[in-house]
């Protein structure tokens, strides 16, 4: 199967910091999302990004889908973006979700 | 947007009994539902893909008898596990697409067999 490599695993920022996470894949993908999952369980989808740059608020995201790897940026960080948050890919035919291990977010105020 | 309901969100239940989990799209026919499987600290292991008006297609692995799928409808896909042990004691979450922007999850369920 598709191979899905986050970094890092754990993320530490101060409050107002920004971040880079990383989401590196195998083959060539359908779909790509970022979803960030709260302490209840819940996983909010960020981003369907594919491919592209796209942006939401304090947060951006941008997939190179010939180089395989995607990126999430946390801007001006506050500590409500504290939690899991996980990249998932879709491979080309294949009609299901891969998701990577995941970087855990902590942010301090 | 896509909205997916799962419930109940938590369940306790006695060893060697059953639960089952429902899994609705709420304003999207689904023709096609997943299910999830998540450990603590751990990342969402695919369990099952649920097809409407079919057998449901299940991950290596994971024991169809112990973990049976009904998707009876394009808008309800059920998980029932049978004969529940504590090592089945996890967060079990559901998914779908409407097929235009990606995949929408469910709150997710916490199961503890006692």
């Known amino acids: 199967g598709i191979q899905v490599e986050q970094s890092p695993p754990d993320l530490i920022l101060q409050e107002g910091a920004n971040s880079t996470l990383r989401c590196n894949f195998s083959?060539?993908?359908?779909?790509l999302q970022w979803f960030h999952q709260n302490p209840w369980g819940q996983l909010i989808n960020l981003f369907y990004?594919?491919?592209g740059t796209k942006q939401n608020g304090r947060l951006s995201a941008t997939t190179v889908a010939t180089e395989r790897y995607s990126l999430l940026y946390i801007s001006s960080s506050q500590t409500t973006d504290s939690g899991v948050y996980f990249c998932?890919?879709?491979?080309?035919?294949?009609?299901?979700?891969?998701f990577g291990a995941g970087t855990t977010v902590t942010v301090r105020a | 947007g896509a909205v997916v309901s799962q419930h109940p969100s938590r369940v306790i239940c006695k060893s060697g009994t059953s639960v089952k989990i429902e899994c609705r799209s709420l304003?999207?026919?689904?023709?096609?539902m997943f299910w999830y499987r998540q450990f603590p600290k751990q990342s969402l292991m695919l369990m099952a893909t649920?097809?409407?008006?079919?057998?449901?297609?299940?991950e290596q692995g994971v024991e169809k008898d112990k973990f049976l799928i009904n998707h009876a409808s394009l808008t309800l896909s059920t998980l029932t596990v049978t004969s529940a042990h504590p090592e089945d004691s996890s967060f079990y979450i559901c998914?779908?697409?409407?097929?235009?922007?990606?995949?929408?999850f469910g709150s997710g369920t916490r199961l503890t067999v006692v």
């Open positions: 998914s779908a697409t409407d097929g235009n922007y990606g995949y929408t």
């Open positions: 083959d060539s993908v359908n779909n």
């Open positions: 990004i594919p491919s």
């Open positions: 998932a890919v879709e491979r080309l035919g294949n009609y299901k979700l891969s």
């Open positions: 304003d999207f026919q689904a023709t096609t």
């Open positions: 649920s097809n409407e008006g079919s057998k449901a297609t299940y």
